[in-house]
């Protein structure tokens, strides 16, 4: 059967099928259009003209769509969608993994909604923006595959000995790559052309044993307005002359003006080939232009388009807010907890006043007694010290802890992820405590 031998990767290619199943099986040509578009992973025709490059070589080559929307306020609000589609030299996980894309220059935002498509969950100010992001993450791609190199998330690298005042003089819109096959750490610097003062950065050479070089390629943050300077240990013996052939060899960067992706009008949700399941369907969907709405158990902290935080459906009294802040006040004070302890009440304490902040009254509490409640002392003492000046003492007022905020608010996704950073909290503890026994 046909079907089974072709596999369309064009829009062409799909109503070349189309044809062929129409005479072979005497099929209405809509209905064939369908079928040769799910040979392509598509839903159906309709899906394969919006996903579908329109002709290619007809070899299936490893591929990436990124997406975002925008609005423009000084357009009437005009909205829009842009999808960048990227032909890859090897699937993107392959080249780096979701974890590190984050540190990827123009990947921050951007969240994978299928194997083959990351979109943007906040909404671009207006086209221009959305393309320039778009392909500024592209020309991260780009350098990603021609060099090798792998971001890193170690930032105490790019100070030559660890110290953070001995930085590389006049560096601007800088990156963090490591050259995988030696370990080598790589600091990438994009300044605005001509801004390093050379004699500055000569004499940090000299003192530090780095060696800083000025490549011909335009970068990744602002091609032709600023300089792509690479720089590492060279002590080490690494070969930095190889790495900025590579770099000099790449082709021309992409740039928005020449926007070579697709764009939409309106906020219709584009759905990769890729996406299969309702699950992916609902991925595929930019958070940014939902309007958000309450649940039995939540609600939004606003119900403006594209709020994604949320808080209980449900109240804590005053009183009961003061005893909660009192006894966070005094966990984080005692020296029987360790610091991991404070790391988590201190993020609860700041969750718990903005929920705080959204149950209370117009006018309730807006003087210097709202900042009382989880960070400043008040008048009097704080009934909690006391019994925080143990351990045991400490564990027993997070239970209590946890059972206020239990008793306040329903169960529901964002209390469940504070209670989580009480249950941390007294884990680390009782740790604390069997390692002191």
């Given at each position: 059967?046909?079907?089974?031998?072709?596999?369309?990767?064009?829009?062409?290619?799909?109503?070349?099928?189309?044809?062929?199943?129409?005479?072979?099986?005497?099929?209405?040509?809509?209905?064939?259009?369908?079928?040769?578009?799910?040979?392509?992973?598509?839903?159906?025709?309709?899906?394969?003209?919006?996903?579908?490059?329109?002709?290619?070589?007809?070899?299936q080559h490893p591929y990436v769509l990124l997406t975002i929307y925008w609005t423009d306020k000084?357009?009437?609000?005009?909205?829009?969608?842009?999808?960048?589609?990227?032909?890859?030299?090897?699937?993107?996980?392959?080249?780096?993994?979701?974890?590190?894309?984050?540190?990827?220059?123009?990947?921050?935002?951007?969240?994978?909604?299928?194997?083959?498509?990351?979109?943007?969950?906040?909404?671009?100010a207006n086209q221009d923006y959305a393309r320039e992001r778009l392909t500024t993450a592209e020309?991260?791609?780009?350098?990603?595959?021609?060099?090798?190199?792998?971001?890193?998330?170690?930032?105490?690298?790019?100070?030559?000995?660890?110290?953070?005042?001995?930085?590389?003089?006049?560096?601007?819109?800088?990156?963090?790559?490591?050259?995988?096959?030696?370990?080598?750490?790589?600091?990438?610097?994009?300044?605005?052309?001509?801004?390093?003062?050379?004699?500055?950065?000569?004499?940090?050479?000299?003192?530090?044993?780095?060696?800083?070089?000025?490549?011909?390629?335009?970068?990744?943050?602002?091609?032709?307005?600023?300089?792509?300077?690479?720089?590492?240990?060279?002590?080490?013996?690494?070969?930095?002359?190889?790495?900025?052939?590579?770099?000099?060899?790449?082709?021309?960067?992409?740039?928005?003006?020449?926007?070579?992706?697709?764009?939409?009008?309106?906020?219709?949700?584009?759905?990769?080939?890729?996406?299969?399941?309702?699950?992916?369907?609902?991925?595929?969907?930019?958070?940014?232009?939902?309007?958000?709405?309450?649940?039995?158990?939540?609600?939004?902290?606003?119900?403006?388009?594209?709020?994604?935080?949320?808080?209980?459906?449900?109240?804590?009294?005053?009183?009961?807010?003061?005893?909660?802040?009192?006894?966070?006040?005094?966990?984080?004070?005692?020296?029987?907890?360790?610091?991991?302890?404070?790391?988590?009440?201190?993020?609860?304490?700041?969750?718990?006043?903005?929920?705080?902040?959204?149950?209370?009254?117009?006018?309730?509490?807006?003087?210097?007694?709202?900042?009382?409640?989880?960070?400043?002392?008040?008048?009097?003492?704080?009934?909690?010290?006391?019994?925080?000046?143990?351990?045991?003492?400490?564990?027993?007022?997070?239970?209590?802890?946890?059972?206020?905020?239990?008793?306040?608010?329903?169960?529901?996704?964002?209390?469940?992820?504070?209670?989580?950073?009480?249950?941390?909290?007294?884990?680390?503890?009782?740790?604390?405590?069997?390692?002191?026994?």
């Amino acid at each position: 059967m046909v079907i089974d031998d072709l596999r369309p990767t064009t829009l062409a290619g799909v109503k070349s099928l189309a044809a062929q199943l129409s005479k072979e099986r005497g099929m209405q040509h809509l209905k064939a259009l369908d079928l040769a578009a799910r040979a392509a992973d598509c839903e159906n025709f309709r899906h394969a003209r919006r996903t579908l490059p329109a002709r290619g070589t007809g070899v299936q080559h490893p591929y990436v769509l990124l997406t975002i929307y925008w609005t423009d306020k000084d357009k009437r609000w005009q909205a829009g969608r842009e999808t960048l589609s990227i032909e890859l030299a090897r699937p993107i996980l392959n080249t780096c993994s979701r974890t590190l894309l984050k540190q990827v220059r123009g990947f921050g935002n951007l969240r994978m909604a299928a194997p083959d498509h990351f979109v943007c969950d906040t909404i671009a100010a207006n086209q221009d923006y959305a393309r320039e992001r778009l392909t500024t993450a592209e020309r991260s791609l780009r350098f990603m595959e021609r060099t090798g190199l792998m971001p890193t998330r170690d930032f105490r690298r790019a100070y030559p000995n660890g110290q953070a005042d001995d930085k590389l003089p006049g560096s601007d819109h800088s990156t963090n790559w490591v050259d995988p096959a030696t370990g080598q750490f790589i600091l990438v610097d994009e300044p605005y052309r001509r801004a390093p003062d050379s004699a500055e950065r000569a004499d940090w050479m000299a003192r530090t044993g780095w060696r800083v070089t000025a490549t011909n390629w335009p970068g990744m943050y602002y091609p032709h307005s600023c300089e792509l300077h690479v720089a590492t240990d060279v002590r080490t013996g690494y070969d930095l002359d190889a790495l900025v052939a590579k770099i000099e060899a790449m082709p021309a960067p992409l740039l928005a003006k020449d926007w070579a992706g697709v764009s939409a009008a309106g906020w219709e949700t584009f759905v990769s080939p890729k996406a299969k399941t309702p699950q992916d369907h609902r991925r595929a969907r930019c958070r940014g232009t939902i309007y958000p709405l309450a649940t039995r158990t939540s609600v939004p902290y606003s119900y403006n388009m594209g709020c994604e935080r949320r808080r209980p459906n449900g109240t804590m009294p005053v009183a009961g807010h003061i005893d909660v802040g009192s006894i966070i006040k005094a966990v984080l004070r005692t020296r029987h907890r360790p610091h991991g302890v404070y790391r988590r009440l201190n993020s609860l304490r700041s969750t718990l006043e903005d929920w705080f902040s959204l149950e209370i009254g117009r006018g309730q509490m807006e003087g210097p007694e709202f900042f009382d409640v989880y960070y400043r002392e008040g008048e009097g003492e704080n009934p909690y010290v006391e019994r925080a000046s143990s351990k045991d003492g400490v564990l027993g007022l997070l239970a209590e802890l946890k059972a206020k905020l239990q008793a306040a608010y329903p169960d529901s996704a964002p209390l469940r992820a504070e209670l989580h950073l009480v249950a941390m909290s007294i884990r680390l503890v009782e740790r604390m405590k069997a390692n002191a026994d």
